[in-house]
């Protein structure tokens, strides 16, 4: 079965950082883009970050640059979302998403090209 998962979600405060992994089973990433994607309580989803299968692109929306780094490490067949100055407005159910095909900007996106999603992990900011 054809699967990700995410992990690494869970209460921080205003400040704190976070690590999220996305591990796939059931089928190898290295061929695929991963983005990051968020949805906040009442907000559509929008991505936020992603990655090209090789790890030399990236791509960030404005609202995480700076903050967030999305990395890979393929010999794990994981994706990686270090989340730094987390501020309340990050407050959301994040997803990692996989998709084979080229490389575009993910920033705002609403994942739709994406074709395979974890269930999500929530991260609450809040002191």
């Known amino acids: 079965q054809l699967q990700l998962v995410e992990s690494g979600g869970g209460l921080v405060q205003p400040g704190g950082s976070l690590r999220l992994s996305c591990a796939a089973s059931?089928?190898?990433?290295?061929?695929?883009?991963v983005g990051w994607f968020r949805q906040a309580p009442g907000s559509e989803r929008e991505g936020i970050s992603c990655?090209?299968?090789?790890?030399?692109?990236?791509n960030y929306a404005d609202s995480v640059k700076g903050r967030f780094t999305i990395s890979r490490d393929n010999a794990k067949n994981t994706v990686y979302l270090q989340m730094n100055s987390l501020k309340p407005a990050d407050t959301a159910v994040y997803y990692c998403?996989?998709?084979?095909?080229?490389?575009?900007?993910?920033?705002?996106?609403?994942?739709?090209?994406?074709?395979?999603w974890g269930q999500g992990t929530q991260v609450p900011v809040s002191s």
């Open positions: 059931g089928f190898t990433l290295d061929d695929y883009i």
């Open positions: 990655i090209s299968s090789s790890g030399g692109r990236t």
């Open positions: 998403a996989a998709e084979k095909g080229s490389f575009y900007a993910c920033a705002g996106d609403r994942g739709y090209d994406y074709d395979y």
